[in-house]
């Protein structure tokens, strides 16, 4: 803890609930390929996704809602919304969108675009802003709907993804519940996967010619990115365990950022950690990017397995390349 600041608490949790679900089968009319292909590769059975009339701002918004009652709080509590998403409603943010939809009239908010570890960036950012006793009480969102940006016809990445949206409440309290964290980036990598702008000349006038473009559907290297993330998963679960002072076998739970259950199981045996602590879901959502890790945490402790006191061993990775864990305890 910083000397002068306060600890932080994690006091409540909340994920949107999407109708649309899209299985394995019903894909498979869409693109070449199987339920079999995809389950045994990936471990995913379905994905749900975004209908007509939801928004990234809709979904995050009923996370949101959900995370500040079962924190007992009402939205007029929260400081500081952290929306972290790579597939906003509008680029200038819709982290203001939430907030005014939630009416959370006294928080400032903002968006984080760190991929599939946004949500645990945003962790560590809100818990900056607690420790420096600057805000109180943060909502963290992980939200995304990558159903927007994925080329359906391209059988290597549409199979991948889904949507969702995920929230935790954090608060200053007297003793620090979040035990270690590390946060790295590595750019040269940045062309593994991406979801890009590209431009083109739009001619102004005689001398000026400006841009005008689009974003393409996600491109990604499967190959590299599995590779990546079998390697520094394990590697920023271990260095955030030893400065904190603990062994993979204190973790209670170890929640890993949904991309495929073949780099989670990797992870897992890597830590000596046994399956029953493993959290999964990605089977019902696919990879829901920075929604991945506060749905899977929500739904752990809606059915009481994750209980107070716990502790509770995050990493996320993905685009950018970033990769982060956040090492914490569970309940107020
Ligand atoms: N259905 C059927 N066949 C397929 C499909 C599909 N959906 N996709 C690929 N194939 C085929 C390929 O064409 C290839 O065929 P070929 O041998 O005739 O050329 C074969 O299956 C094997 O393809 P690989 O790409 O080698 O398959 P691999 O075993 O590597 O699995 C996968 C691919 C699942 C994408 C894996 O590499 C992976 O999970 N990588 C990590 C990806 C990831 O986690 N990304 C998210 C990061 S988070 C973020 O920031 C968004």
Redo the contacts with the bound molecule.
């Keep these: 803890m910083i000397n002068g600041g306060a600890g932080v608490a994690f006091i409540g949790s909340g994920s949107a609930q999407l109708e649309t679900a899209l299985s394995n089968d019903m894909l498979?009319r869409v693109?070449?390929?199987?339920d079999e292909?995809?389950s045994t590769?990936?471990g995913i059975r379905q994905r749900h996704v975004a209908n007509g009339e939801e928004s990234l701002a809709s979904l995050a918004a009923q996370a949101a809602q959900r995370a500040i009652s079962a924190a007992n709080l009402t939205p007029g509590d929260i400081d500081l919304i952290v929306l972290a998403t790579?597939t906003p409603d509008d680029l200038f943010g819709t982290a203001c969108q939430v907030q005014a939809a939630i009416g959370a009239t006294s928080a400032v908010a903002f968006d984080l675009t760190a991929?599939?570890?946004g949500f645990v960036f945003g962790v560590v950012t809100a818990a900056q802003f607690i420790r420096t006793g600057t805000y109180q009480t943060v909502l963290v969102i992980g939200a995304d709907l990558?159903s927007r940006w994925v080329d359906w016809q391209d059988?290597?990445?549409?199979?991948?993804?889904g949507d969702g949206a995920g929230a935790v409440v954090m608060q200053a309290c007297d003793r620090d519940r979040l035990l270690g964290f590390e946060i790295h980036s590595d750019g040269s990598m940045n062309g593994c996967?991406n979801l890009a702008y590209t431009a083109a000349a739009a001619p102004l006038t005689d001398e000026i010619s400006t841009q005008k473009g689009t974003f393409t559907a996600?491109t990604?290297n499967?190959?590299e990115?599995?590779r990546f993330?079998v390697s520094r998963v394990p590697e920023v679960l271990e260095k955030t365990l030893f400065h904190a002072g603990l062994a993979a076998d204190d973790i209670d739970w170890l929640i890993l950022?949904q991309?495929?259950q073949?780099?989670l199981d990797a992870v897992a045996k890597r830590l000596k950690l046994p399956n029953e602590r493993l959290v999964s879901n990605m089977a019902k959502h696919g990879?829901t990017?920075a929604a991945s890790i506060p749905i899977a945490l929500d739904e752990w402790v809606r059915t009481g397995k994750v209980l107070p006191g716990q502790k509770i061993a995050m990493s996320g990775?993905?685009?950018?390349?970033?990769w982060g864990a956040a090492l914490l305890e569970w309940g107020r």
């Design positions: 498979s693109v070449d390929t199987s292909w995809i590769r990936t790579s991929a599939c570890s990558l059988r290597t990445t549409c199979v991948l993804f996967l996600i990604m499967g190959r990115v599995y993330a950022h991309a495929n073949r780099i990879n990017s990775f993905g685009a950018g390349l970033t």
